[in-house]
């Protein structure tokens, strides 16, 4: 089904494993479709519950866009949805998603880790927003998500500057949730996809959806929404067994209803 992309589901767990290394797993026209289309069959999925993309060949999670590609493109090309939508789709999939990095995670493949929950990199791990060399700037949430994340002023320096960093100082700024050498990254990975499965499916979703809708508006709004997902999460049965659970002192076992 799917050339570009390698897609693996091993308890309740999918892995998008980007396979371009001969390109540096570079984000081609045909890549996009093909992590699309592997989302929305995830999306649709009710056994997946986390979503790890990753790059094979162990020296690029993305290189960033296909450079012909963006070379041949022209101005109304870009107002198409295309990368930016893909990854704004990204963020607001159901699942939780975990992006693995190691290697080079530089333009669209730096701004495709922005987009996901949880970040793990290790110390060869390269991010940067490289864009303003080529004569464009980021164009796939790099702008916005990059100084949500790690703040205005470090946004602005990486962006300007062209500045790439290594996984260590992207753990400092904020940027990633998780550093590690490169022989414990799949444990790491293993561990935060294995605690969050252990949650609440339902109250995993209206989390996601409070921190995102709720993030670019103002606090009352925002506290509302919050106020509003709880209301809906009062209403689950999973919510009587997570509750059961802890006052019966064993493990819950949730049923995503």
């Known amino acids: 089904m799917y050339t ?4 693996k589901k091993e308890d309740g767990v999918m892995y998008l494993t980007l396979n371009r290394p001969e390109m540096r797993n570079a984000l081609d026209a045909k890549t996009l479709l093909e992590i699309d289309s592997a989302f929305s069959d995830a999306e649709l999925d009710k056994e997946v519950r986390v979503i790890v993309i990753q790059g094979a060949g162990g020296k690029s999670f993305a290189a960033g866009a296909d450079i012909q590609q963006l070379h041949d493109r022209d101005s109304l090309e870009a107002l198409i949805p295309g ?40 110390k060869r791990a390269k ?19 990059l100084s949500r994340i790690i703040g205005k002023g470090r946004a602005l320096d990486m962006i300007l500057t062209g500045k790439i960093i290594d996984g260590e100082e992207a753990e400092r700024v904020g940027l990633v949730t998780y550093f590690t050498d490169e022989d414990g990254l799949n444990e790491v990975v293993v561990k935060v996809a294995s605690d969050v499965m252990k949650k609440g499916p339902v109250a995993v979703q209206l989390v996601k959806a409070a921190v995102h809708k709720g993030f670019d508006i103002d606090s009352g709004t925002a506290m509302w929404i919050e106020k509003l997902s709880q209301a809906v999460a009062f209403t689950t049965e999973d919510k009587k067994e997570g509750t059961l659970a802890f006052l019966e002192k064993r493990t819950a076992n949730f049923i995503n209803r």
């Open 4 to 7: 570009n992309v390698v897609v």
């Open 83 to 122: 990368m930016q939508g893909l990854y704004s789709k990204i963020e607001g999939c159901s699942k939780v998603t975990i992006a693995a990095v190691s290697g080079y995670a530089l333009g669209g493949g730096c701004e495709l880790a922005l987009a996901c929950d949880i970040r793990v990199a290790t």
């Open 127 to 145: 991010f940067g927003l490289p864009e303003l060399n080529l004569g464009i700037i980021p164009g796939a949430g790099g702008t916005q998500r």
